[in-house]
């Protein structure tokens, strides 16, 4: 079952001598159960692209589908409840909300639509991710790598058709980072959750299944780990 659907995406900004091409005309298709790195050096359009596709910006030109929903015809209100319910978004700052316990930030896109979580999927959450025994801390007693693991549980509580995560370990250490990856492949094989990480980390890139690479806003390369062609060097060639 297709998930996502990119189809044509161009970004440009500026006009005139100032015009830059950020994205310039992206495919790509995500099934349901797939775990996909994009990768790419700063200025890629990686993270470009993960905006437009959790309808945070919108494209140029192109659509996007997701989950059967065309999100660029969606105005700023059903784009906003679009994407608490259906795309799950992590970034590398973990926007928790300080004032709050880990509790009920995890639980915060379920309040804000006034709906009760179900407590045995968020038990399975907060178990997976190890922050059981932190619902009643606030964000600041808690390390960075623990709030990051709330930031990935808020993002997991309505069952996201799927989760964005924009370089999600870039603000770790080695330690924590590992940790990160390992929670979020646990969530696509436990949870059967839908990733599309955006790392510039090939190691980083390597536990996914599946890695597209980005560069100058198009799509030079889209490999699932092995594959024959993985195997004959597609890595070395890249960085060639």
């Known amino acids: 079952?297709?998930?996502?659907?990119?189809?044509?995406?161009?970004?440009?900004?500026?006009k005139g001598d100032n015009k830059v091409t950020a994205l310039?005309?992206?495919?790509?298709?995500?099934?349901?159960?797939?775990f996909v790195a994009i990768v790419g050096a700063s200025g890629s359009g990686k993270s470009?692209?993960?905006?437009?596709?959790?309808?945070?910006d919108k494209p140029t030109d192109g659509t996007v589908m997701i989950d059967g929903v065309d999100i660029g015809g969606l105005n700023a209100t059903d784009a906003a409840i679009f994407r608490r319910r259906k795309v799950g978004l992590v970034y590398q700052f973990y926007?928790?909300?300080?004032?709050?316990?880990?509790?009920?930030?995890?639980?915060?896109?379920?309040?804000?639509?006034?709906r009760k979580p179900d407590k045995e999927y968020f038990e399975t959450i907060i178990n997976t991710l190890g922050i059981?025994?932190?619902?009643?801390?606030?964000?600041?007693?808690?390390?960075?790598?623990?709030?990051?693991?709330?930031?990935?549980?808020?993002?997991?509580?309505?069952?996201?058709?799927?989760?964005?995560?924009?370089?999600?370990?870039?603000?770790?250490?080695?330690?924590?980072?590992?940790?990160?990856?390992?929670?979020?492949?646990?969530?696509?094989r436990n949870?059967?959750?839908?990733i599309l990480l955006i790392t510039h980390d090939?190691?980083?890139?390597?536990?996914?299944?599946?890695?597209?690479?980005?560069?100058?806003?198009?799509?030079?390369?889209?490999?699932?780990?092995?594959s024959a062609e993985w195997h004959r060097g597609i890595l070395v060639e890249k960085r060639r």
């Open 132 to 188: 059981k025994d932190k619902m009643g801390a606030l964000p600041s007693q808690l390390s960075g790598g623990q709030q990051q693991r709330v930031a990935i549980a808020r993002s997991l509580i309505y069952r996201p058709a799927i989760l964005l995560a924009d370089e999600p370990t870039g603000n770790l250490d080695q330690k924590n980072s590992k940790e990160i990856i390992d929670f979020l492949k646990l969530s696509n």
């Open 191 to 194: 949870l059967k959750q839908t």
């Open 24 to 34: 310039d005309g992206i495919d790509l298709s995500i099934e349901k159960g797939e």
């Open 202 to 226: 090939e190691k980083i890139a390597l536990e996914a299944d599946r890695i597209v690479t980005v560069e100058d806003g198009s799509i030079i390369s889209d490999h699932f780990l092995g």
């Open 48 to 56: 470009t692209l993960l905006h437009i596709l959790g309808s945070v």
């Open 95 to 114: 926007n928790l909300i300080p004032t709050l316990t880990v509790e009920k930030n995890i639980l915060m896109p379920m309040l804000l639509d006034k």
């Open 1 to 14: 079952m297709e998930i996502l659907k990119c189809s044509g995406i161009k970004k440009v900004f500026g």
